[in-house]
């Protein structure tokens, strides 16, 4: 019976010394967490072995972090997984959404973005780029004819009108002196002609009888002007002044014209066909809805595919200037010992509750061994 309790105690003493020796063991890698001393002198084993050894544990963790877990090819392998690209084209696609049946003002999201009074800024700009452009064409142009400054087909194609322009005329001129008005115009011209000769004229008026003078000239102008010999007259005049205007410099044509006037036109019609400040003041959803098959079916997708590759691409540089292991270094070194402590604790509670009662064990067990060895000796 002195042998099951001899061998009972030394396990129990054993598992006792295993268990506390593992539990001191376990809180000196934290405490104490400052060193202490006995007047000059420094306890040893004072701090704890990782308030001791933090900076070094910094430097470590941070090496390993940014050189076997937060690498360059892990990130692009997570980039490269299609369930995250899904994922992340899914979202941008309902962020478009949002935006593409947005009620909010075109210059209202102008003014959320810090761009104050964008319609007159807008208009300003414009303004400038007519400016510049005026001055820059007409600097070019200036010294060229007409001929040499116009494409080809441009000039072959006015030339080809112009049988059309004649006809235009002696048709427009046929209409007219068919007309009333023309009729009236005839009269008065020729009653003004015949009060100009007097008595001859009264003669000539004799002469008619009872038909006037308009009566016999507005016919034979309309047969003027519907002859086909006048057509090929005013064709052949036309031809003749469209050969010398395309010889004309551009500066003696806009010798004609005042530069201040010419740009101002300019500026007004551009204005009235952009009207600004009516595109600014439609909503969103106007200009992004004929568009959003297109936004969500083809511009996301293309965008994350060359993004993605983009990114990639520049991932080891991104990565070397972020300089990963000082980020961790640092932000380690910045935690204190006690949330040091907690972090660990957390993790692995349970692994060093399980490493205190291996060390009991392994005590008692040792205990138990000893026990049977003294008592075998001492038989």
Same mark, same amino acid.
């Given at each position: 019976m002195n042998t099951f309790w001899l061998i009972l105690f030394m396990g129990l003493i054993g598992a006792l010394i295993g268990g506390v020796t593992n539990a001191v063991a376990i809180r000196m890698l934290f405490r104490p967490h400052e060193a202490r001393y006995v007047g000059k002198f420094r306890?040893?084993?004072?701090?704890?072995?990782?308030?001791?050894?933090?900076?070094?544990?910094?430097?470590?963790?941070?090496?390993?972090?940014?050189?076997?877990?937060?690498?360059?090819?892990?990130?692009?392998?997570?980039?490269?997984?299609?369930?995250?690209?899904?994922?992340?084209?899914?979202?941008l696609q309902e962020k478009a959404k949002k935006w593409i049946y947005s009620d909010l003002i075109v210059n209202d999201l102008l003014?959320?973005?810090?761009?104050?009074?964008?319609?007159?800024?807008?208009?300003?700009?414009?303004?400038?780029?007519?400016?510049?452009?005026?001055?820059?064409?007409?600097?070019?142009?200036?010294?060229?004819?007409i001929k040499e400054s116009l494409p080809v087909e441009w000039l072959d194609r006015a030339e080809k009108k112009i049988p059309d322009v004649s006809a235009y005329i002696l048709q427009k001129g046929i209409d007219y002196f068919?007309?009333?008005?023309?009729?009236?115009?005839?009269?008065?011209?020729?009653?003004?002609?015949?009060?100009?000769?007097g008595k001859f004229g009264s003669m000539i008026q004799m002469v008619l009888g009872n038909t006037s003078l %308009?009566? #016999? *000239?507005?016919?034979? $102008? &309309?047969?003027?002007?519907?002859?086909? +010999?006048?057509?090929?007259?005013?064709?052949? !005049?036309?031809?003749?002044?469209?050969?010398?205007?395309?010889?004309?410099?551009?500066?003696?044509?806009?010798?004609?014209?005042?530069?201040?006037?010419?740009?101002?036109?300019?500026?007004?019609?551009?204005?009235?066909?952009?009207?600004?400040?009516?595109?600014?003041?439609?909503?969103?959803?106007?200009?992004?809805?004929?568009? %959003?098959? #297109? *936004?969500?079916?083809? $511009? &996301?997708?293309?965008?994350?595919?060359? +993004?993605?590759?983009?990114?990639?691409?520049? !991932?080891?540089?991104?990565?070397?200037?972020?300089?990963?292991?000082e980020i961790v270094r640092k932000q380690i070194e910045t935690f204190s010992t006690e949330r040091l402590e907690m972090i660990v604790l957390d993790i692995a509670h349970r692994e060093l509750k399980m490493i205190t009662l291996l060390g009991a064990i392994l005590g008692g067990f040792i205990g138990i061994l000893q026990a049977i060895i003294v008592m075998a000796f001492s038989a």
């Open positions: 306890i040893p084993f004072t701090p704890g072995l990782i308030p001791k050894r933090k900076p070094e544990l910094a430097r470590q963790v941070g090496k390993i972090v940014d050189e076997h877990l937060l690498t360059p090819e892990s990130i692009e392998q997570k980039l490269n997984e299609p369930e995250f690209r899904n994922e992340i084209e899914t979202v003014e959320k973005m810090h761009f104050s009074k964008a319609g007159m800024k807008i208009e300003e700009k414009v303004n400038q780029w007519i400016d510049q452009k005026y001055s820059t064409i007409k600097d070019f142009y200036v010294d060229q004819t068919s007309s009333e008005e023309g009729r009236y115009r005839v009269k008065k011209m020729t009653d003004d002609f015949l009060g100009e000769w %308009e009566d #016999k *000239i507005r016919p034979e $102008i &309309i047969k003027f002007l519907t002859s086909p +010999g006048t057509k090929d007259l005013l064709d052949t !005049i036309l031809k003749n002044e469209w050969s010398k205007v395309i010889e004309w410099k551009w500066s003696q044509l806009l010798e004609q014209f005042s530069d201040e006037k010419a740009v101002r036109k300019i500026k007004k019609f551009v204005a009235g066909q952009l009207d600004i400040q009516a595109v600014l003041n439609e909503p969103i959803a106007t200009y992004a809805k004929p568009f %959003e098959e #297109k *936004i969500t079916k083809t $511009i &996301i997708p293309d965008f994350m595919n060359k +993004g993605i590759v983009k990114v990639a691409e520049q !991932i080891p540089a991104i990565m070397k200037k972020l300089k990963i292991a």
